[in-house]
């Protein structure tokens, strides 16, 4: 199992920053990446940045230039620094884990935190 721990929501005004931590502990053998979801009122839970075993990340159009994923090994933890906040990143912001196996894909989640961008 793996546990995921998120920090670091809270309410920022348009244009200010946050930045997002994810605790992570238990069994990470076979973890493939990381990722940061979120979900906004009355809409489905969208990627919004990942970060491969090897380091390379990807993001998602919307946050591109604004958003940047990264992790410290030495602490277990992987962050989101988000820059240039707007209205629209109102959302609760989940930690993902994916365990790749030959036969499925391990997803595990976080309890999510509040994102709240005030124009």
């Known amino acids: 199992q793996v546990q995921l721990v998120e920090s670091g929501g809270g309410l920022v005004q348009a244009g200010g920053s946050l930045r997002l931590a994810c605790t992570v502990s238990?069994?990470?053998?076979?973890?493939?990446?990381y990722a940061w979801y979120r979900q906004a009122p009355g809409k489905q839970r969208e990627l919004v940045a990942k970060i491969v075993r090897d380091g390379s990340t990807n993001y998602a159009d919307f946050v591109k230039g604004r958003f940047s994923i990264s992790r410290d090994n030495a602490k277990n933890t992987v962050y989101l620094q988000m820059n240039s906040l707007k209205s629209d990143d109102t959302a609760v912001y989940y930690c993902n884990a994916a365990r790749l196996t030959i036969q499925t894909t391990q997803n595990y989640w976080g309890q999510g935190t509040q994102v709240t961008v005030s124009s």
């Open positions: 238990g069994s990470t053998t076979g973890i493939k990446t």
